[in-house]
């Protein structure tokens, strides 16, 4: 099970940090690449960011390279993503997943998805 947090009400300009926290006896966090995605109201769901089960490579999508960044703690089960300069285009529900490869991932393969938690960035 993947648990998201950090969503939040934030001025254009400012910075959030999501997380995604993993558990359950059987799920073997470090084995997965991890990934964000978002659903903004009335779009469809798309691809964010992946990073892969040692941390060395990540996937970005153009609108926010540069400005957001993937990492994970496999100690804690954890997945973040740091979102620094928000614009209100980045005002959405963001989920994070895991599944087999982070090129997988960015095709919206995902083996477990998390609950949402809502972005709002105010202009």
């Known amino acids: 099970q993947l648990q998201a947090s950090g969503g939040g009400l934030v001025q254009a300009g400012g910075s959030l940090r999501l997380s995604c926290a993993a558990s359950?006896?059987?799920?073997?966090?470090?084995?997965?690449?991890v990934g964000w995605f978002r659903q903004a109201p009335g779009k469809e769901r798309e691809f964010v960011a992946a990073?892969?089960?040692?941390?060395?490579?990540?996937y970005y999508a153009d609108s926010v390279k540069g400005r957001f960044t993937i990492s994970r703690d496999n100690a804690r089960s954890t997945v973040y993503l740091q979102m620094n300069s928000l614009k209100p285009e980045d005002t959405a529900v963001y989920y994070c997943?895991?599944?087999?490869?982070?090129?997988?991932?960015?095709?919206?393969?995902?083996?477990?998805w998390g609950q949402g938690t809502l972005v709002t960035v105010s202009s």
């Open positions: 990073l892969s089960q040692t941390g060395i490579t990540t």
């Open positions: 997943a895991a599944g087999s490869t982070t090129n997988g991932l960015t095709l919206g393969g995902a083996r477990y």
């Open positions: 359950g006896r059987t799920f073997s966090f470090s084995s997965y690449a």
